[in-house]
Structures are given as C-alpha cells and as structure tokens.
C-alpha cells in the first residue's frame, strides 16, 4: 500500500484534534488559551500542507480549490479562525477573554408571569411563590474575542455555512472549524489523489 498524500495534512488536523481535548480538561484559563493558539497554528497549517501536497497536480486543484479560497474569505467561522491565528502570530493582542458566570432567570411562559414572594440568600433563591420559573446557571468560561489586523477588525463568527454559531466558546469554534477542514482534506483526496481504501 502506497503512503497516504495528505498524510501531513492529517497529521496538522490530528494536533488540532488533540489542542481540542486539552481545551476541554484544562486547567485553568493559561493552559486553555495555549491549547487554543495550537489549535489556530495546526487548523491553518492544515490548509498550507493541503496545498504542497497538491503541487504535483496544481493545474487541477487551484481552480477547483478557489470556491475554499471564497469561504475562508467570507465564511465568518472560517474568517475569524485564520484571522484570531494571524492576530497571535503576529501581535500582541488577546484572543480570549473569561466571561464570569451568571444567572437566568425567566418566566416558562414566554409572555411572563408573576411573581407573588420571592426571596433570596447569599444569591440563592430560597423561597419562591408565583408562576413557574426556569433558572439558567451559566459557569464561568472563556469566550473568543474580536481581533485586529491590517487595521480591520473581526468579530468571533454568529454563522459558519449558513447556520447559526450559538456561542463565542473557542471548543465550539474549534469543532466547527475541525469539521470543516476534516470535510475538506476528505474531498482532496477523493478528487485528486483517490487514496481511500479499496
């Protein structure tokens, strides 16, 4: 069996991966945020490596590669996470902050309600009287923040292909991209190289 031609690629996309799972059990906002600025060097090499891989068939790939150009360009997902890459690589500015927890309250009927007693102790509710409630605890969490470059701003992404992006948290953020580059390297190879077992 011949060596797989994107295998470098692959091998940037697994380091993503892994800066992924160090997000996730982190400890501390100093150990997330250097697994987030792995995660944005390994996603944007992926694309790098894709295209030395495709050296050898270049005539093909760039015209079939310029609808990914596209994307990256104005694919807001896609947009933030190579401009929150270029921001750390080539400045000084942060690329997440920590958002501190909070609590929601809201009525279960979305008209409102009625809140006949309530009282609350050391920012628990202790007592409550009136129409039923729902109470959001949202835990404290790094958020992803706009970053500058070339004198332009970028916001972290509300959409990536068309969807909604619930949140501003860099896990969340990471999966889509990784996703999406994952996609990606699969359909490289289908259309040019065809390495997939037989």
Not at 42 to 71: H, N, S, T
Not at 97 to 114: E, K, L
Request: aromatic share 10%; with cysteine.
């Amino acid at each position: 069996m011949s060596e797989d031609p994107l295998r470098q690629p692959r091998a940037e996309l697994a380091a993503a991966r892994r800066a992924i799972e160090g997000m996730r059990t982190a400890n501390g906002m100093d150990e997330f945020e250097s697994h987030w600025r792995i995660f944005l060097n390994a996603i944007e090499k992926v694309w790098q490596k894709v295209e030395g891989c495709c050296q050898p068939v270049r005539i093909a790939f760039q015209p079939w590669q310029g609808r990914y150009q596209a994307l990256r360009k104005t694919d807001m997902l896609l947009r933030y996470i190579k401009q929150a890459r270029d921001a750390d690589n080539h400045s000084i500015q942060d690329i997440t902050a920590f958002q501190a927890g909070s609590r929601a309250m809201r009525f279960v009927n979305p008209r409102g309600g009625h809140i006949k007693r309530m009282q609350i102790s050391g920012g628990q509710i202790v007592h409550y009287e009136g129409d039923p409630m729902i109470v959001e605890d949202h835990p404290p969490h790094p958020i992803a923040v706009r970053v500058k470059n070339h004198g332009e701003w970028f916001n972290p992404p509300s959409t990536h292909l068309g969807h909604p992006v619930p949140n501003q948290h860099p896990v969340l953020l990471a999966e889509l991209a990784h996703k999406f580059y994952s996609s990606y390297i699969d359909e490289v190879d289908r259309k040019f190289f065809d390495s997939s077992p037989q």
